[in-house]
């Protein structure tokens, strides 16, 4: 069945009863693991956990893994064994072989069917060894994979302290972001730039980034004279960044949802509602509505967003009159349509598991105006899509790119139809001004392909193996 709801900005919302083709959400560790550095993180759950967890970290295979797997086996789960006692000695084995700053429990769609009390374990045991336990449940019954880490960052914000030290010198030693962009200048020079920042309230960013990118968005706010205070996650436990209430916070990825909602109810913060910062006019976007918020004029953004099409115009030409269409995996697609739909694609549908429609109105908003702008019509956007009745849409509408899982792409590609996974934007640097040409990059892979078979001949003896 399938419900149609006419939006009053224009688009089109239509709910369909497919299951969710996505990852597991314990994927998440792959790559959050990596970004908080002294953490450990412990996936409660069966085997079959175990071996998806083994394949997702097979990118991993040169980092050193700061993960492991309590396996449930036929005695834990008729409640035979005791619980407490294993975790314990688990995580009494990771003291002692590692000694982390933190140790996060993933719980498992086991746990959760099994309804092992995690949070009514771990403060006890937290106690007992010294070190935080954060548990977070990360498990197959949420709607797309990357949202393993929204419940991460969701249960690591109630961990953030909600005073700032009192000496200048611990302030200091709490913002690793600061010391970063300060490293190697002399403090006469870092007393200057503290005073080209305007006077506005304390600003936390939230969301999993590499550090370049991080670093890259802190700087691009600082030309703005916006500061920022802090990042959740933080590069380690101990940097969590303060959050008084008050406090501002902006997203950078619309799968945060639940984090959002944590850090407004839970940590009095406000919520600064923008599009994320995907493409150069996200990212525009993104500045102007900090600025707006904070009362600063935004200067310089017009040219910084002209220079970077500019700069991608090779990608452009490939990509203008063709057609994209979301089959919906990672809730990264409204961003991503809204760009290649700026880029001078065009969009008839984005499939996407989950809508939240409050999180995600600024984006809904720019992609209503992008369509307008650029002349196109507006994409139906399908939430919880059928796949069978997808595949259908797609044969009738024969789009030049279909934004697929991984499940999926091999046999639209055997077909006749180009595809991406969509799981690649998930691990690319993409945010920012410098990132957007690494998103084109992947879209047009495809399509450069296509054309390099042409140029070489072999575009009819693919066409004929399909039909095969």
């Known amino acids: 069945m399938t419900v149609a709801q006419p939006q009053p ?25 990596q970004k908080i550095e002294d953490s450990f993180f412990l996936v409660i759950g069966t085997k079959t956990c175990g071996y998806f967890l083994q394949n997702a970290m097979g990118v991993m295979i040169f980092a050193e893994p700061r993960y492991a797997m309590a396996e449930l086996e036929e005695g834990d789960i008729s409640a035979k064994l005791n619980d407490y006692d294993e975790l314990k000695r688990l995580c009494l084995q990771i003291k002692r072989d590692r000694n982390p700053s933190v140790i996060i429990w993933i719980g498992t769609c086991t746990t959760e069917i099994i309804k092992t009390d995690l949070e009514g374990l771990a403060p006890k045991l937290e106690s007992e060894i010294g070190i935080p336990i954060v548990v977070a449940r990360a498990n197959g019954l949420d709607y797309a994979f990357t949202q393993g880490e929204d419940t991460v960052l969701a249960a690591m914000a109630a961990r953030c302290p909600d005073k700032a030290p009192v000496a200048e010198t611990e302030k200091n030693e709490r913002n690793a972001i600061q010391k ?12 200057q730039e503290e005073s080209e920042y305007a006077n506005h309230p304390p600003l936390v960013l939230f969301g999993s980034l590499p550090d370049p990118v991080v670093t890259n968005l802190t700087l691009e706010l600082k030309k703005q004279g916006i500061k ?19 406090y501002y916070v902006a997203g950078v990825n619309p799968f945060l949802s639940r984090t959002a909602t944590t850090l407004m109810r839970r940590r009095k913060c406000k919520l600064i509602g923008a599009p994320f910062p995907i493409g150069p006019d996200g990212t525009r976007a993104w500045i102007e509505k900090i600025c707006s918020v904070f009362n600063i004029e935004p200067k310089g953004l017009d040219e910084r967003e002209a220079q970077i099409w500019a700069s991608m115009e090779d990608y452009l030409q490939i990509v203008r009159g063709k057609s994209v269409f979301f089959m919906g995996d ?12 700026r880029c001078g694609m065009t969009c008839p549908e984005i499939g996407i598991p989950y809508m939240d429609k409050r999180y995600q109105d600024a ?11 650029m002349g196109v019509p507006l994409p139906t956007i399908v939430e919880k899509p059928d796949n069978y009745n997808q595949i259908q849409r797609i044969y009738q509408l024969k789009p030049d790119l279909v934004i697929t899982g ?6 639209l590609e055997a077909r006749g139809i180009n595809t991406k996974w969509s799981v690649e934007f998930t691990f690319a640097q993409m945010h920012g001004f410098t990132n957007a040409r690494d998103i084109l990059e992947l879209v047009t892979r495809p399509l450069r392909r296509n054309n390099s078979l042409k140029d070489l001949g072999w575009d009819k003896l693919v066409k004929e193996d399909a039909k095969v």
């Open 330 to 341: 990672n809730l990264l697609e409204v961003s991503l349509a809204r760009f290649l739909i």
């Open 9 to 33: 900005e224009g688009l089109t919302f239509e709910c369909e009863t497919g299951n969710y083709h996505t990852f597991c959400p314990i994927s998440c560790v792959a790559w959050l693991y």
């Open 228 to 246: 920022v205070s802090g990042w959740l996650p933080a590069k380690r436990y101990t940097e969590l960044p303060v959050l008084e209430e008050g």
């Open 363 to 373: 984006e809904l908003r720019l992609l209503e105006k992008t369509c307008h702008e």
């Open 180 to 191: 970063l962009l300060n490293f190697g200048k002399q403090k006469e020079d870092v007393a």
């Open 406 to 411: 991984m499940a999926h792409a091999n046999p």
